[in-house]
């Protein structure tokens, strides 16, 4: 129901009933409730914060995104796990048409740079300051993590690249 209420700020309604209701203190109210009650390694809730991110509210976008990028924070949920909750939200609320985008721009630029967040800290196993030499041994971890499951790498490169394809037509 959250996740319900905060993406009906970016997924386009076909009914003009649902577009003239706005009820920002309940997204607020839903944000800081996520922020609050769920530890910062659960997906859903930062599936959640991510949609927040292009809100048109700006203070729940900002709520949202101080969340998401808290640098005191360094644990983060598990690359694969975020990407699966994504990819199956993103498929799910998609039409047969690829050249639209389920939801705003910038949550996806949010959810692609969160991923990559994810990535480099579980990488890294959460080392919050890393070398430039060490991002070599980054490449070896992420590749092995390929060689486990092809799929989920080939549907997050299918994801970025649908990003990329629509966002420069």
């Not at 609050?36 to 709520?63: G, H, M, Q, W």
Request: net charge negative; hydrophobic share 35%; proline share 4%.
């Amino acid at each position: 129901m959250l996740q319900q209420l905060l993406t009906q700020q970016v997924i386009p309604s076909s009914s003009s009933e649902s577009q003239s209701i706005d009820y920002p203190q309940c997204r607020q109210a839903a944000v800081s409730y996520v922020m609050n009650v769920f530890p910062s390694n659960d997906c859903t809730s930062r599936f959640i914060l991510l949609t927040a991110c292009s809100d048109k509210n700006e203070d729940i976008r900002s709520l949202a995104r101080r969340n998401l990028f808290n640098e005191q924070d360094n644990t983060y949920p598990d690359f694969q796990l975020l990407l699966k909750l994504i990819l199956s939200n993103v498929q799910k609320n998609s039409s047969i048409d690829r050249h639209t985008l389920i939801y705003h721009p910038q949550t996806y630029q949010e959810m692609i740079y969160y991923l990559h967040r994810c990535l480099i800290r579980q990488s890294f196993n959460g080392e919050k300051i890393t070398p430039l030499w060490k991002y070599e041994e980054q490449l070896l971890y992420v590749y092995d993590i390929a060689k486990q499951n092809t799929t989920i790498w080939y549907n997050y490169i299918q994801f970025l690249l649908d990003f990329v394809l629509v966002i420069h037509d």
